[in-house]
């Protein structure tokens, strides 16, 4: 059935490093949405990519959507503890519902 | 824009207890979705609403779970019967829908439901 995939579920990285995670979906997506979610917090909108092959990019974070509309990235560069909380990322298919990737718990080491 | 309002935020309640949330959503908006979220995992879709028709129901949820969007405003949820298996945050999320627009979802601060 649908279902989006993301890993890794979890990532350490000492503060300056860069990061990245990956949602992929088995069948075309219309478009996708990524969260950030800060522990004891709910999920907080960051951007919507809608077009095949799109980037978009704030400030430090870029995310990008696959050609063909299964997979879509976010990479932060040079992270800051700031950063620290769970990313999700959330397919749609056909307008409608929104199915949600597990998440990948980002911590930061200072 | 005062947020998406949800109550209450904690539940405690015995095994086969009933138990209803509400939902008060961005009040222009027009869509209202629940979800369920457990530790380590993403929001897990319920149901959602457009206006106050029920667009659709996940199939992974039992008929103990119902819920309501009377004049497209806000919403109730209710489990009947509720088991150990329903402990959770129960995330209401409104949004805008307009055609092909961006629609971001705008979540509350969910009810976090405890059966003993």
């Known amino acids: 059935g649908q279902q989006v995939m993301q890993i890794p579920q979890y990532q350490h990285v000492q503060e300056g490093e860069d990061f990245t995670t990956y949602c992929n979906s088995s069948t075309t997506l219309s478009n996708i949405q990524w969260y950030k979610q800060r522990p004891g917090g709910h999920p907080v909108f960051l951007i919507q990519l809608v077009k095949s092959g799109e980037v978009k990019k704030q400030k430090r974070l870029t995310f990008q959507f696959g050609e063909a509309k299964k997979n879509s990235s976010l990479h932060i560069t040079a992270t800051q503890t700031t950063d620290v909380g769970t990313y999700f990322c959330a397919g749609r298919y056909n307008f409608n519902k929104f199915y949600f990737g597990s998440g990948t718990k980002l911590n930061v080491k200072p | 824009d005062t947020g998406v309002s949800q109550n209450p935020r904690h539940k405690i309640t015995k095994r086969g207890q009933n138990v209803t949330f509400r939902c008060d959503p961005i009040?222009?908006?027009?869509?209202l979705y629940w979800y369920r979220q457990t530790l380590g995992q993403g929001p897990e879709f319920l149901t959602y609403?457009?206006?106050?028709?029920?667009?659709?129901k996940s199939r992974l949820l039992s008929d103990r779970f119902s819920a309501e969007r009377p004049k497209g405003s806000f919403s109730t949820l209710e489990i009947q019967r509720t088991e150990q298996g329903d402990s959770a945050m129960y995330l209401c999320a409104s949004s805008l829908e307009r055609g092909l627009g961006i629609s971001p979802l705008h979540f509350g601060n969910g009810t976090r439901l405890t059966v003993t």
């Open positions: 009040s222009e908006h027009n869509r």
């Open positions: 609403f457009q206006n106050e028709a029920q667009l659709e």
